[in-house]
């Protein structure tokens, strides 16, 4: 594929995300609310309790799905964007075999 196509390509993929974005009306802002939310309940510390005080359903903490909200507004933020590194270790496929035990 040329460099002129693969531009094309990725921008009209662009265009179907923001298409598809604009359908659900989802905002961003929509998007950080929940997962503020998902934040603040996985990592209650308190029993959930109805008007009266009673407690409501099981009390569990949830540290997995906390972890994963804040790591996923940390990614919209930009915040601890992957880096790319070099894959230096290569080996062949004769010096493999050669380590290899011998067999018997």
């Known amino acids: 594929m040329s460099k002129d196509e693969w531009q094309t390509?990725?921008?009209?993929?662009?265009?179907?995300?923001?298409?598809?974005?604009?359908?659900?009306?989802?905002?961003?802002?929509?998007k950080r609310a929940w997962l503020?939310?998902?934040?603040?309940?996985?990592?209650?510390?308190?029993?959930?309790?109805?008007?009266?005080?009673?407690?409501?359903g099981d009390f569990k903490f949830d540290g997995k799905t906390g972890v994963s909200a804040i790591a996923e507004l940390n990614k919209m933020d930009g915040d601890h964007a992957p880096t790319k590194?070099?894959?230096?270790?290569?080996?062949?496929?004769?010096?493999?075999?050669?380590?290899?035990p011998e067999p018997g």
């Open 85 to 100: 590194t070099a894959n230096t270790n290569t080996v062949s496929l004769t010096d493999f075999l050669d380590s290899l």
């Open 36 to 56: 503020k939310l998902i934040v603040e309940r996985s990592l209650q510390y308190e029993q959930a309790k109805d008007r009266s005080g009673n407690p409501v």
């Open 9 to 30: 390509l990725s921008r009209r993929v662009e265009e179907l995300r923001n298409d598809a974005k604009k359908r659900m009306e989802i905002t961003i802002d929509q």
